[in-house]
């Protein structure tokens, strides 16, 4: 597994819609993301989860990515095997 960090969505203290689109478009295009850790920011996530939907990418919040990866891995390990994003998504009550 490897993880790959995104820029921060917040610029001057300001929320970036821009940065935000990109990082979830980013993921959605990616095929081998299997989920899209997110930062716990409710306004954030109004914005990214439609993108994440669409494409069926599950998202992960907690309050550090440390914290995150820890979940993302615990998941993945107790998984039925099938494809991880589906399985991700069930696990988090998203699919």
């Known amino acids: 597994m490897r993880a790959i960090c995104l820029p921060s969505p917040r610029e001057a203290k300001k929320l970036s819609l821009a940065t935000l689109g990109a990082n979830a478009r980013r993921a959605t295009e990616d095929s081998t993301s299997v989920a899209y850790l ?6 954030a996530s109004r914005f990214v989860h439609p993108i994440l ?6 998202w992960v919040l907690a309050s550090s990515g440390t914290v995150a990866m820890r979940r993302l891995l615990q998941l993945i390990e107790k998984g039925d095997g099938g494809p991880p994003r589906e399985s991700l998504r069930q696990a988090l009550g998203q699919g």
Request: charged share 35%; hydrophobic share 25%; proline share 25%.
């Open 38 to 43: 997110e930062a716990p920011d409710p306004k």
């Open 53 to 58: 939907e669409t494409a069926q990418v599950p």
